[in-house]
């Protein structure tokens, strides 16, 4: 029943943050853009290269493309999240909201899931759709087929963006409830994905000699693991201090 009610708040929050042209124009350009970028990145060279280079451009580009692909997936979660408390204020639906009978919880849950719904779908989505997109365009031009994600990249998008997901979820949920008008909350949104996207990132920029180590890269996914659950779990312990209706009402 609990996940009922927060399910029934996730939906509103969704219907309402697709009213917004920001948060809509964020999700289509989100989910056509990452498996885009991510086909021109790992077909393109194939189509145009041969031998060496081709491994080379390979081992650099397959772990960017599912750091970018991830990332794509993410960005539209802080637009969704952010309206979380500061959004329902700004279009007076908060003291409706707070004299509903759920539960602080479920409001909470309700909240966190109407990012984690959307973007996670996107996310599943993307990763198919690039990799049947990869694997048509090369076999369809006779080259030799390149399996994405590679091991590293499946652990990437299916562990680590997750948990990157929830962690960033909830740290825009607290912000949502610190500021004073959305725009804000959206503003420091892109601080906050570069924030998680550094250590995904840092297996490319940490190789000055172009070639990507793959034990590196494995290194920084766990690295990047790690650092989400830890702020996962601080973040949504604050979450749920901050989330009930005695602060909330404050907010009104």
Same mark, same amino acid.
């Given at each position: 029943?609990?996940?009922?009610?927060?399910?029934?708040?996730?939906?509103?929050d969704i219907r309402m943050a697709l009213e917004l042209r920001m948060v809509k124009w964020s999700l289509v350009l989100s989910a056509a853009f990452g498996p885009f970028l991510t086909i021109v990145l790992v077909a393109g060279p194939s189509l145009v290269l041969t031998g060496p280079e081709l491994e080379l451009i390979t081992a650099v580009f397959?772990?960017?493309?599912?750091?970018?692909?991830?990332?794509?997936?993410?960005?539209?979660?802080?637009?969704?999240?952010?309206?979380?408390?500061?959004?329902?204020?700004?279009?007076?639906?908060?003291?409706?909201?707070?004299?509903?009978?759920?539960?602080?919880?479920?409001?909470?849950?309700?909240?966190?899931?109407?990012?984690?719904?959307?973007?996670?779908?996107?996310?599943?989505?993307?990763?198919?759709?690039?990799?049947?997109?990869?694997?048509?365009?090369?076999?369809?031009?006779?080259?030799?087929?390149?399996?994405?994600?590679?091991?590293?990249?499946? &652990? =990437? !998008?299916?562990?680590? *963006? @997750? %948990? /990157?997901?929830?962690?960033?979820?909830?740290?825009?949920?607290?912000?949502?409830?610190?500021?004073?008008?959305?725009?804000?909350?959206?503003?420091?949104?892109?601080?906050?994905?570069?924030? &998680? =996207? !550094?250590?995904?990132? *840092? @297996? %490319? /920029?940490?190789?000055?000699?172009?070639?990507?180590?793959?034990?590196?890269?494995?290194?920084?996914?766990?690295?990047?693991?790690?650092?989400?659950?830890?702020?996962?779990?601080?973040?949504?312990?604050?979450?749920?201090?901050?989330?009930?209706?005695?602060?909330?009402?404050?907010?009104?």
């Open positions: 029943m609990a996940r009922s009610k927060s399910m029934v708040v996730a939906l509103a397959m772990p960017m493309a599912a750091a970018m692909l991830a990332m794509f997936s993410i960005i539209p979660a802080t637009m969704i999240s952010a309206n979380a408390l500061v959004g329902e204020r700004e279009q007076n639906t908060l003291e409706p909201l707070l004299c509903t009978p759920l539960t602080d919880r479920e409001l909470l849950w309700g909240k966190t899931l109407s990012s984690i719904l959307i973007c996670g779908a996107i996310l599943v989505l993307s990763t198919l759709a690039s990799a049947i997109g990869i694997a048509a365009i090369l076999l369809g031009a006779g080259k030799q087929l390149i399996i994405f994600p590679d091991l590293p990249g499946l &652990f =990437m !998008l299916a562990v680590v *963006a @997750p %948990i /990157v997901l929830f962690a960033v979820v909830s740290l825009m949920i607290i912000i949502s409830g610190k500021v004073q008008r959305v725009y804000e909350a959206y503003q420091m949104s892109g601080a906050i994905i570069m924030i &998680f =996207m !550094l250590p995904m990132m *840092a @297996p %490319i /920029v940490s190789s000055p000699s172009g070639v990507v180590d793959p034990s590196m890269v494995w290194m920084w996914n766990f690295i990047s693991f790690l650092l989400a659950v830890v702020i996962a779990i601080i973040t949504w312990a604050v979450a749920i201090k901050q989330f009930n209706r005695d602060k909330m009402v404050s907010l009104v």
